[in-house]
């Protein structure tokens, strides 16, 4: 069994920023890459970032200049560095990690951008 615990959700003014975390642990663990989606009130769950196990990124248009994916030296964390925040992020964040078996979600953060 895999576990993955996302934390730093919140509530922020719009151009703020926030940090997200998301540990992955457990027996069947294996390291694979990993990616944030999210999922805003009445909308379908969207693709925001991901990073491969070499470090190579990717990311949304809807994102990109402004949010930054990275990885802990010991590969089982991922962060989400969220910069220049607007209303339109507010969403439930969510992990995922992605193996040849399987892929894993966490139980997701609240991210709200409001003033």
């Known amino acids: 069994q895999v576990q993955l615990v996302e934390s730093g959700g919140g509530l922020v003014q719009p151009g703020g920023s926030l940090r997200l975390s998301c540990a992955a642990s457990?027996?069947?663990?294996?390291?694979?890459?990993m990616a944030w989606h999210r999922q805003a009130p009445g909308k379908q769950r969207e693709w925001v970032a991901a990073?491969?196990?070499?470090?190579?990124?990717i990311y949304a248009d809807s994102v990109k200049g402004r949010f930054t994916i990275s990885r802990g030296s010991a590969k089982n964390t991922v962060y989400l560095q969220m910069n220049s925040l607007k209303p339109e992020d507010t969403a439930v964040y969510y992990c995922?990690?992605?193996?040849?078996?399987?892929?894993?979600w966490g139980q997701g953060t609240q991210v709200t951008v409001s003033s």
């Open positions: 995922k990690l992605i193996t040849a078996g399987s892929n894993y």
């Open positions: 990073i491969t196990t070499s470090g190579n990124t």
């Open positions: 457990g027996s069947a663990f294996s390291i694979g890459a």
